[in-house]
């Protein structure tokens, strides 16, 4: 008899390199196919009509085949052309097909298909759809209840996938699992078999509606289980940092004062209120571990580097590490500016770098001679050893993992205090629960005297306009970005894409200087181009989307992005922040090609009604979900099961209550909830 512990092996038609790729998704037994939960359903419970159809809409319609034809244009292809009783046409379309096939269309006969409406150059078309020939008299072939759709890996089939959750299922019923999460609630939660098994085979007197918009009690009391094991394991990952202890930081404001008495600008209450709950952290014997959030071109930099100078002044080292070259030398001269007249040595540390520069660089890290430590992810290589290490600062948090995290951790003899800063602004609301292990701090006010950046869309048939446009801007001094959206999915297509717009450019722009960073392009000629840039010595620079938040360009005041009715609304927010910077006014122009979307009009009309990045990033983290915007690396968040962190937010109260009653159970009660939703490696608990 099979027991929910068995391997996945055990299952019919499951073999060894099968069962390694269900392994990458955390599947290793039975009990792990119960949580692999549909990710939608697909309702093929009744046939809709023709005239009500609308193109997106995904459904289940029976019509008279009129007949069919094969063409060839760059492959070949079948086409079967139906209609109903109104004489309304739709186009079946088939890339992949068989003689076989073709002659079981038979004219006048009786189809019933299943796919996404589209539309096509004459009619509304279903490409490959699910379809199934009817007989004369045979009755309407519908399903009793929704059909479930799972997540799948590569070369694994739905009908396999059900199959085996099938097989798990009936285990279930003969087994049983804790239920924990039940004794916490109140009666009107159903079960953990009960809520497992209507979620995989919905009966038919369960509400549809309610299934297909995540909102029936069986997948609430699912999505607060999982909301809990998240927040439960993120807040023993904070409970185990509390209980270590750190080096004290005596706060100190010599060095402090010095870099004030430098700056042009007032700080505001808000990066104030930052710098105090920054300096308690480091006063404390526990380690710092505190997420620093703020808008594009709220002040964060000036808060690191007061950061920076009280470990200095405590005699200790601080890493500073960014995602990628270009922004960790943006940061080398950032930092610089601030510290370098304040006698503060800086080393900087890259994987482009000669063996002898890096040598170099490791000489001033292993001596304490360079107080602040510069880099990109080498520095998270083992061999790289630090003399004092106090202070770790992490940039762009949302690229960087919890493993990551734990790595830079164990490079000091005591555990360092940590700051890890976004420019990708997430509501208060969320942060609470993505990032539960981190104490936080929002930068919520701009500076004082920043104009807001113009919006200008226009259609890419206007780039005549745009022309016209950076001709002006850079004759009165000011530089410009033009982003290319890069489409192809080849790196050659992409490469020659934006060689072809920077060709146009230089042509239409004679006497202007033109520079393209290339996508093949090597880091080091990245990183001079970005510096050429920074001198004034060129005026329109021509590149990608890599363009990097945090890049702080002062005399650029236009930028041009092509396709921006590709990107998500943070996306083109931080691109359009790379403008505004000076006390000039700055324009931002959308490009587009037509015909735009719905969501796209959205996007675009959103970032021409607010500059505020918090809003935007919960309009985004609606349109686009978690994962794009909180980044793949952000643990547990965006791999979950049945929870998405957005579309549940209203049950995120109902989690902070009963997280907290689990955290009273005993600790194998609390590793259970946990291993079972957060499996493989995205289960923190080994660093508990």
Not at 16 to 24: D, E, G, M, S, Y
Request: net charge positive; hydrophobic share 35%.
């Amino acid at each position: 008899m099979y027991q929910l512990s068995n391997s996945i092996i055990i299952l019919d038609g499951l073999g060894p390199k099968t069962q390694q790729k269900l392994n990458a998704i955390g599947i290793f037994n039975l009990e792990h196919l119960l949580f692999q939960l549909p990710i939608r359903y697909q309702d093929k419970t009744k046939l809709a009509k023709l005239n009500q159809v609308q193109v997106g809409d995904e459904v289940l319609i029976q019509l008279t085949i009129k007949y069919t034809e094969q063409v060839s244009t760059h492959q070949k292809q079948l086409l079967c052309y139906l209609s109903d009783s109104n004489h309304q046409n739709l186009l079946l379309r088939f890339f992949y097909f068989d003689q076989y096939q073709k002659q079981n269309f038979i004219r006048g006969d009786i189809i019933q298909c299943f796919g996404e409406i589209k539309m096509g150059q004459n009619s509304l078309e279903i490409h490959h759809p699910e379809y199934r020939l009817i007989s004369k008299g045979q009755a309407n072939l519908l399903e009793k209840t929704l059909s479930p759709i799972y997540p799948l890996t590569a070369n694994i089939r739905q009908a396999q996938m059900k199959k085996w959750i099938n097989t798990a299922l009936e285990v279930f019923q003969k087994s049983d699992l804790s239920d924990n999460f039940k004794n916490l609630t109140n009666n009107a939660m159903p079960t953990l078999k009960q809520a497992l098994n209507t979620l995989h085979n919905p009966k038919v007197d369960d509400n549809i509606e309610q299934i297909s918009n995540f909102k029936h009690l069986s997948q609430q009391r699912l999505i607060i289980e999982e909301l809990c094991a998240q927040r439960l394991s993120l807040l023993k990952l904070k409970s185990k940092r509390k209980s270590k202890t750190s080096n004290i930081f005596k706060i100190k404001n010599r060095l402090i004062q010095k870099a004030l008495n430098t700056l042009k600008f007032q700080l505001t209450q808000a990066q104030q209120r930052c710098i105090n709950d920054i300096n308690s952290d480091l006063s404390s014997k526990h380690p710092m571990l505190r997420l620093l959030q703020g808008d594009v071109g709220s002040g964060k930099t000036i808060i690191a580097v007061f950061a920076c100078l009280q470990a200095i002044e405590n005699g200790f080292q601080t890493i500073i590490i960014a995602p990628t070259e270009i922004l960790a030398a943006q940061h080398l001269q950032g930092f610089s500016n601030y510290l370098t007249p304040l006698g503060i040595e800086i080393a900087f540390l890259t994987d482009s770098q000669s063996t002898i520069q890096k040598f170099k660089q490791l000489e001033k890290i292993n001596s304490n001679t360079a107080r602040i430590i510069i880099g990109t992810h080498v520095l998270l290589q083992t061999h790289i050893v630090f003399d004092k290490l106090g202070l770790v600062i992490i940039n762009e948090q949302n690229k960087f993992g919890v493993h990551q995290r734990l790595s830079l951790v164990e490079k000091s003899h005591n555990t360092p205090h940590q700051l890890v800063i976004t420019t990708t602004p997430i509501p208060r609301s969320l942060t609470i629960s993505v990032y539960a292990d981190l104490d936080y701090s929002i930068i919520d006010e701009l500076p004082p005297g920043r104009r807001p950046t113009n919006i200008i869309i226009l259609g890419n048939d206007k780039k005549n306009k745009v022309i016209e446009k950076i001709k002006q801007v850079c004759n009165t001094g000011n530089k410009v970005y033009w982003i290319c959206t890069l489409i192809e999915e080849s790196e050659v297509l992409r490469t020659k894409s934006t060689t072809n717009t920077h060709n146009y450019l230089k042509k239409k722009l004679e006497g202007l200087s033109v520079v393209l960073i290339d996508g093949r392009m090597q880091k080091h000629k990245k990183s001079n181009v970005i510096a050429q840039f920074l001198k004034g010595k060129i005026d329109v620079l021509v590149t990608t989307t890599e363009i990097d938040a945090g890049i702080n360009i002062i005399n650029t005041s236009l930028i041009v992005i092509e396709n921006s009715e590709r990107l998500g609304l943070t996306q083109l927010h931080q691109l359009r922040s790379r403008v505004g910077r000076s006390l000039d006014s700055s324009i931002c122009i959308l490009m587009y090609q037509a015909p735009l979307s719905y969501n796209a009009l959205v996007r675009l009309d959103i970032l021409r009604k607010t500059n505020d990045g918090f809003k935007i990033a919960l309009k985004d983290l609606e349109l686009r979900g978690p994962s794009e915007i909180l980044g793949t690396q952000q643990i547990g968040i965006t791999n979950m099961k049945i929870a998405n962190i957005v579309r549940d937010r209203y049950l995120l109260k109902q989690v902070q209550s009963y997280s907290k009653q689990f955290l009273k159970l005993d600790k194998n009660k609390q590793k259970i909830l946990i291993t079972r939703w957060i499996t493989d490696d995205n289960n923190p608990y080994d660093n508990i």
